[in-house]
């Protein structure tokens, strides 16, 4: 029988090949199973898991099949930054039905481990390796990525699209007028802009609204340079007098003044503990002033993350529940709050990907800190995964959500 299976393939041979492919595969799935554990943090133990509301996980089992998941999955995303050739269908249709059949049937495998269950030490973690390996990349990248105009500087948030724009940079403004209309911005406002980016939402308010003030805090030296030139360039409003730049860590913020309204698009995806950080966030708030949040969350009931991103593209992230922020109203009250659906950020991401390839030629010119054929599989994998995360259940699972909060009473 063997024989005939096995064409002239000799039985013993065959069968000897056969179990010493499996040893080999086996061993390397374990050793990779262990190298994970080593460099992620453990899973919550099984004790802890009936105090852990949150956590939907039970058994040993499940904890393990987290574990294979992500092993496999880190697998096949190393295998893709290495070379494996895949066409970018095949890529999105992979990762379109694979997540598809995850978050409709496996949710818990979009793990739950205990560091993202629990607030961090600080309010934001890692914040000097986050810099070093996203945020601190050359300017240029981000130019020709994100796009800029007179109007509108880089922005690296997900745009409105919903209400029909018809243009990254439409649908860009389209989400800072439905920010400062949610907020209520008023003109003559002190506004404090919280990871301010390179300043695209502190130089539109100023803009729109010619006595605001406005306050840009930014631990990105090369984001912040970007700011100085535009305050020393007299065609840009940052030049008009009214907006300051703090170079300086959220962990280590300080302000002599208090403001009307703190703005922080795009941060907390950065933040670990919400309850020193609105602690932090209440302290720099006048009596009456309004603070609003916008970043990526989940409806999952937990909060989550990607082990891809997490170790190539944003280190220390975290994808807050959507639950998280009124559940913590200790110093500061949730007032409203919105969940935009995911397929607005996708339709930006992929606005992202089509400029990073197109503009390809130069960017390989840059310094990007490793050779340029690793950094765009890097980066092209990380836009286009985020595309598949975002257009999960047709953009309900992941999206942004914003807040508007005020003093607890
Ligand atoms: C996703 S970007 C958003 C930028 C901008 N708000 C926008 O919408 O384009 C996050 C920003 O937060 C800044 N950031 C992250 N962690 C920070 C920290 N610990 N202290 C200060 N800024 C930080 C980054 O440098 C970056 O400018």
Redesign the pocket.
Known sequence: MFAQIHGSQKFPLCVCKGICTRLIFGRILMKLINQMDHSWPSLVSLKNASQTRDRPSKGKFRDYSIKAFNAVQMAGFEAYIHGLEIPDLALKTVLDKTLDIVQSRYPHLFVTYDWLLQESKH??EG?KE??AI??DLPTRLFQRM?TESQEIY????MALWENGADSLQEAQRQMLDDVFEKIGIEDGDTVL??????G??SNYLLQKFPHAQVTG????HE?CNYMRDKMADPTSTLSSGRFTLCE????Q?NFDQRFDKII????F???GNLTKSFEQLASFLTDNGKVFLHFISSRLPHNTYSPYLNRYIFPNMRIWSYEAVPQHNQHLKTLDQWYLRGHNYAQTLQCWLQNFDQHQEEIRTLELGMNYARFRRIWRLYLILCIAYFNMDRGNLLGNAQYLLGHAD
Not at 248 to 251: G, I, L, T, V
């Open positions: 309010l934001a914040s986050l810099m996203q945020y994100l880089p922005k690296y948030t802009d919280l990871g301010c980016g390179w695209a939402s805090l930014n631990l990105s984001q300086q860590d959220f962990n913020a922080a698009i795009g941060l995806e950065h933040v």
